[in-house]
């Protein structure tokens, strides 16, 4: 029989996102986010492609990229609704992790692994933070799609694009379990 880590299975069966709304000061130290990298960098990734890339925001940058969204915001002509759900991304936050995808050339791995790759780092990124006992929660939004705001407020090439921001700090609030799925309805097997 392999051996059980018990304490890991018991947090992954019992882990919860924690809304990023919820969320205060203070955040991860940037030792503590070495940690939290350090473990999403451990992500499965065919080819060892590191197909993705860390940007982390903090202190100022968020209301440089609060003014941002606003701006292109109304240049994409955003409902005012929309350009404040995505303002308030930023002005909530107190540590934010950008996962960049970020997909090489490769004859044996396709872009759409390296992608997915990129989403597991984001998984890998927003446990960690949890594990680490910080709340944490894994978001995205109209801005994260929008050229001009991640070329310009986050540096990304054309060939990039963000897989998630996941958002660091103080919980607030421990949020209700939510409903999960049903097994027997999401699960196939075969056997022959």
């Not at 940690?35 to 903090?58: C, M, N, S, Y």
């Not at 609704?81 to 934010?96: E, G, H």
Request: glycine content about 8%; aromatic content about 8%.
């Amino acid at each position: 029989m392999p051996e059980r880590n018990q304490a890991a299975l018991d947090f992954l069966l019992t882990r919860r996102s924690r809304p990023a709304k919820t969320l205060a000061a203070p955040g991860p130290s940037r030792a503590e986010l070495e940690v939290i990298l350090t473990a999403a960098a451990r992500t499965p990734d065919h080819g060892k492609l590191e197909p993705w890339r860390f940007v982390v925001l903090e202190g100022a940058a968020f209301s440089r990229l609060a003014d941002l969204v606003r701006t292109r915001g109304a240049a994409l002509e955003k409902s005012e609704a929309d350009i404040a759900k995505s303002v308030k991304q930023f002005d909530d936050a107190v540590v934010c992790l950008a996962v960049v995808s970020s997909p090489k050339p490769s004859p044996k791995v396709p872009q759409i692994e390296q992608v997915y790759s990129a989403g597991a780092v984001c998984l890998a990124a927003l446990n960690a933070g949890l594990a680490s006992g910080w709340g944490a929660s894994w978001l995205t939004g109209w801005h994260c799609f929008d050229r001009g705001f991640v070329e310009e407020g986050l540096g990304l090439s054309p060939e990039e694009s963000i897989a998630g921001l996941i958002f660091y700090g103080t919980e607030q609030v421990t949020p209700p379990e939510r409903p999960r799925p049903e097994l027997k309805e999401i699960t196939t097997w075969i056997s022959d």
